[in-house]
């Protein structure tokens, strides 16, 4: 049985199998499917605006493919790989619209008149000195990261630079909250003895 | 002394530079992940991603919460009255569908074309093996503006005087061919080598390997992955009781 298992959304595929898309049953697949599907697309800036179509495009390949579907995987697993698909294959299309479009020369005077884009840049604030001096910071930062064990490391990072929560960090490392929790803390203790400077969030 | 936001500037420059060096992992293994399909090895090397890609780990939670909404993605939530209305608009669409349950037609097209997979397949496995027969007897081409190293196992190899084997590599693009003895005499049906830096980072795997008459492996690696620094490589033997080790190689790279 796949580790996603999940034996109320298996029960339903399967009535749908065996008697066909009636409203009830594809309503209430909808009911499960949908929400998470539209949070997919909501969370991909270049899709949000597009989430509900997008979503039922997915639900139109997954409603399409029920009857084939073997349970070899997680259902929602399965439908989940589809609407990723989708998603990907959107985010090509509109990756490949946007360098189709009409370039513009960086030094080239706009039609409106007033600063081509090249003067609008801002310029380059850090001298030399403050050049290396940041260098420095990054290889000093990096060595503490560095020295913390894996598993502490990654819930640092997940929790503290990059603003997950503690259930997000948790699903991503397949570890429990609890863990996520002491470890961030222990990583928090452990690094203000090398960065002293470095404050929690 | 450099205050909070500088410490934490300095770490993200610092990881995004990291990142640039990690592999993004397929979505097909972050499903393998989440499944328990991986191996120890395997799962560390998502976890450590995950870490460096903020958007994968993002992406483990998503998967992880489906087909429930991960909470704290940050997208509103959807009111009982959306919901209704959106199934409302999406109802038309089912009508093409019906009916889904799969007739006996349906599966007898399923038959014919895994039937039609299977002679494909056969057919692609037996071009490849009169390929790959061809490859063995025949000797290599030569590749022009390659350069060699030829790798023995660590503790096997022919101590040197001039050390560990080094490899100089011209600064414009001279892709480096590896070439791995190996003393081992058990076949296995499939092998995997892994790229690590010399303190262990992962940069790079392939299982498309294959043994050569004279025991050794050969494979070309692009000159992106190889800049000069100390390498350790980590051939492994597949098979049904999972990946065993079979030896490892040092190699150390300097550019002209």
Redesign the interface.
């Given at each position: 049985m796949?580790?996603?298992a999940?034996p109320e959304?298996d029960s339903l595929v399967r009535r749908?199998?065996?008697?066909?898309?009636r409203?009830e049953l594809?309503?209430a697949l909808?009911?499960?499917?949908?929400?998470?599907l539209?949070?997919?697309f909501?969370?991909r800036p270049a899709l949000a605006r597009n989430a509900?179509d997008l979503a039922?495009d997915a639900?139109?390949r997954i409603?399409?493919g029920?009857?084939?579907f073997r349970f070899e995987?997680?259902f929602?697993?399965w439908?989940?790989?589809i609407a990723?698909?989708l998603a990907?294959n959107a985010e090509r299309d509109l990756h490949a619209a946007k360098r189709d479009a009409l370039e513009v020369p960086l030094d080239a005077a706009p039609p409106d008149g007033g600063e081509a884009l090249v003067d609008r840049l801002p310029t380059p604030e850090a001298s030399p000195e403050e050049q290396a001096e940041?260098g420095e910071?990054?290889?000093?930062?990096?060595r503490a990261?560095q020295e913390l064990p894996?598993?502490m490391?990654?819930c640092w990072?997940?929790r503290e630079?990059?603003g997950?929560?503690e259930?997000?960090?948790a699903?991503?490392?397949?570890v429990s909250e609890g863990t996520v929790k002491s470890q961030t803390h222990e990583a928090r203790k452990r690094l203000r003895g090398v960065?002293?400077?470095?404050?929690d969030r | 002394?450099?205050?909070?936001d500088?410490?934490?500037r300095?770490?993200?420059?610092?990881?995004a530079?990291?990142a640039m060096r990690h592999r993004r992992p397929e979505?097909?293994e972050l499903?393998d992940?989440?499944?328990?399909r991986l191996s120890a090895a395997e799962?560390?090397e998502i976890?450590?991603a995950?870490?460096?890609h903020?958007e994968?780990?993002?992406e483990?939670?998503?998967?992880?919460?489906?087909?429930?909404?991960?909470?704290?993605?940050?997208?509103?939530p959807?009111g009982e009255d959306e919901?209704t209305a959106?199934?409302q608009?999406?109802?038309p669409?089912?009508a093409s569908?019906?009916?889904?349950?799969?007739p006996a037609r349906?599966a007898t097209v399923?038959w014919t074309l895994a039937h039609a997979a299977a002679l494909f397949f056969f057919l692609t496995t037996l071009a490849l093996l009169v390929a790959l027969a061809r490859d063995t007897f025949a000797p290599p081409a030569p590749l022009p503006n390659v350069a060699v190293a030829e790798l023995s196992p660590v503790g096997e190899e022919v101590r040197r005087a001039d050390g560990e084997p080094t490899v100089r590599l011209a600064t414009e693009a001279q892709p480096l061919l590896v070439v791995l003895a190996l003393a081992e005499a058990r076949e296995f049906p499939a092998y995997r080598l892994t790229l690590t830096t010399a303190s262990g980072e992962s940069l790079w795997r392939t299982d498309e390997l294959h043994r050569f008459d004279d025991g050794t492996f050969r494979l070309l690696l692009p000159r992106q992955l190889v800049a000069e620094g100390r390498y350790r490589l980590e051939l492994f033997g597949r098979g049904d009781d999972g990946d065993v080790p079979l030896a490892r190689y040092e190699l150390s790279v300097e550019t002209e």
């Open positions: 796949p580790a996603r999940n959304l749908i199998q065996a008697e066909g898309l409203d594809a309503e909808y009911r499960q499917l949908y929400p998470g539209r949070a997919m909501l969370r509900e039922h639900l139109e409603f399409d029920i009857g084939g995987s997680a929602a697993t439908a989940w790989r990723r698909n990907a940041r910071l990054r290889r000093r930062a990096m990261i894996a598993r490391r990654r990072l997940l630079l990059h997950f929560s259930r997000q960090t699903a991503a490392l397949g960065l002293p400077d470095l404050s | 002394m450099p205050g909070d500088q410490w934490r300095s770490l993200r420059e610092a990881m530079e990291r979505p097909d499903i992940y989440l499944e328990g799962r560390e976890e450590e995950a870490a460096h903020p994968v780990a993002r483990l939670a998503e998967l992880a919460a489906f087909p429930g909404t991960d909470p704290d993605a940050g997208v509103p959807l919901l959106s199934w608009r999406f109802r669409r089912l569908l019906r009916p889904s349950s799969p349906r399923r």
